[in-house]
């Protein structure tokens, strides 16, 4: 069989997302995904009649429709497709919530200055100046030594209750890194969370993604789902392509892996994993996450925030529990405060917290099951004693944990921000085979599709024309 000109392995935002910029070139494209969904780590389920999103709190980057130059534009714009599409509707406020404090932003950058001004008078100076940072700094794909994000937050800010209380948003949606975060990856959440925004698709994930997989449909692109690659092949260092497990070997010019850089290294082989993985490239983040149904509207409890990112005690402590679970600090999402054109079909309150994966594999069924209602019931507890208590008006909850995770997505530990060290150029020792997705650094469901376009132009499209065949318009 003829090559591939490339293998996307994965179909979650990242891969999807290459696979169809490639498409866009009429390249030869094969999209292989293990699982019978597509979208990965925000992908979706329905558990006794009751549809959940896997992942999705909240989209962020958040700009209209044609703001020149933002991510969110630049995909649209690449992969042809429309904003109204997605109907995206904006949260009306979020809330930074550390213990004596509360600060309210919205997608309308001035609310959260003026809270600044308000609740650290002191420190509103240094955070415009901050903002003015951020906002100047390039980003771009190359590699280069970053500064820690935490310490240079500290040359503009001086009171750690208020870089705590940007650091639980900058970190839980998006830091593979222990209590810190590299200086350009924070650049990348504050401007997606601040500077730009929150916004949710309306109905979820489902219809985001259906845009998605219509569109490649529509396309050359081979997508296979329950096509689980058991092996990368190289020879002489250079990647030549998959053994599924189902034996099948297909070939291809280049492979893009959004698997992730210690699990695509596996996939090369034990010596490739001996020589090229080091412990600081595993990762330790993951999470535990409920999913409550309620009654009632979340407004009618007083939970009018779309989304709390808050930190019960201080210092923000945000690192890998040595207990199953660490509930002092977490996020709040509340996909129904998000404007939306129709109502949602039910009332969910979702609050996420920091676990670690090891402990929880290490239970037997029945610990397993116990714990992770229990545990969910102090997070709640929690999450609750902060905002409006809904436990009361709970009708139905799913949990589920770093263990379900790995089960569903592959990813090691159940990392959700993948490894710590980021490959921007998306280059791996074995040449041919590139990062896209999270390891490549960019995170999110914007930041994942925009990661799968820039590698899929980098390594793919810029050895031929950079004119798309089927459209004729340049890029
Ligand atoms: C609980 C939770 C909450 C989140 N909240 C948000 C949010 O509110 N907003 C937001 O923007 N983002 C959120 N995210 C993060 C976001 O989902 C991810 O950053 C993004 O989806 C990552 O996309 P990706 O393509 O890089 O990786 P993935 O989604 O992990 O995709 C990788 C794909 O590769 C497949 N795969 C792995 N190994 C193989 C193999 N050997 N063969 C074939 N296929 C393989 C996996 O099954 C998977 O489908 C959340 C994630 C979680 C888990």
């Known amino acids: ?75 649209l714009r690449q992969l042809r497709l429309r904003h109204d599409e997605f109907r995206l509707g904006e949260h ?15 997608n309308d950058f001035g609310l959260l200055e003026s809270e600044v001004a308000r609740a650290f008078p002191d420190q509103v100076d240094g955070f415009r100046r901050l903002a003015q940072a951020v906002r100047e700094y390039e980003l771009d794909e190359e590699e280069r030594d970053d500064p820690s994000g935490r310490a240079m937050l500290a040359t503009y800010l001086s009171d750690p209750l208020l870089i705590d209380a940007l650091l639980v948003p900058l ?12 200086w350009s990856q924070l650049v990348v959440l504050f401007k997606s ?33 329950r096509s689980g690659v058991r092996r990368i092949l190289h020879d002489g260092g250079r990647a030549f392509g998959v053994e599924l497990e189902s034996g099948e070997v297909l070939e291809a010019a280049c492979i893009l892996s959004s698997a992730g850089y210690v699990e695509s290294m596996r996939m090369c082989g034990a010596d490739a994993e001996r020589a090229h993985v080091a412990t600081t490239d595993r990762g330790r983040l993951s999470f535990v996450e409920s999913i409550s149904v309620l009654d009632r509207d979340p407004i009618a409890l007083g939970h009018t925030a779309a989304t709390v990112f808050y930190s019960t005690r201080t210092p923000f402590r945000y690192e890998r529990p040595n207990t199953l679970v660490d509930t002092t600090s977490g996020v709040i999402s509340a996909p129904s405060n998000f404007a ?19 402990r929880w594999c290490a239970l037997d069924d029945e610990a397993y099951a116990r714990e992770k209602e229990q545990l969910a019931d102090a997070a709640i507890a929690e999450a609750a004693s902060i905002t ?3 436990r009361a008006a709970t009708t139905y909850r799913d949990v589920f944990t770093p263990r379900t ?6 990813h090691d530990g159940g990392c959700v921000y993948g490894s710590p060290t980021k490959r921007k150029s998306g280059a791996t020792p074995i040449d041919g085979l590139f990062l896209t997705g999270t390891d490549q650094g960019y995170l999110g469901v914007v930041g994942a599709m925009m990661s799968g376009i820039a590698m899929a132009n980098r390594h793919v499209v810029t050895a031929s024309s950079r004119t798309p065949a089927s459209t ?4």
């Open 388 to 390: 409006s208590d809904w």
């Open 340 to 358: 939306s054109e129709k109502p949602l079909k039910e009332n969910l309150l979702r609050v996420t917290v920091l676990a670690n994966h090891d």
């Open 171 to 182: 970190l839980y949606y998006g830091s593979a890194r222990e209590n810190d975060v590299d």
């Open 405 to 410: 995770i790995r089960r569903f997505t592959g």
């Open 92 to 106: 009306h406020h979020s809330e930074l919530r550390v213990p004596g404090v509360t600060l309210s932003f919205s």
């Open 1 to 75: 069989m003829k090559p591939y000109d490339a293998i996307v392995i994965g179909a979650g935002m990242s891969g999807l997302a290459a696979a169809l910029r490639l498409a866009l070139f009429d390249k030869r494209v094969c999209l292989l995904e293990k699982h019978e969904l597509w979208g990965g780590l925000n992908s979706f389920y329905t558990l006794d009649g009751h549809a959940f999103d896997v992942g999705l709190h909240a989209l962020t980057n958040y700009v209209p429709a044609r703001t020149k130059g933002a991510p969110l534009t630049k995909v």
């Open 193 to 225: 969370i601040f500077l730009e925004g929150l916004c949710r698709p309306e109905g979820g994930i489902r219809p985001f993604l259906n845009v998605l997989i219509k569109r490649l449909r529509g396309t050359s692109v081979d997508l296979r789902m």
């Open 472 to 475: 004729g318009a340049t890029t």
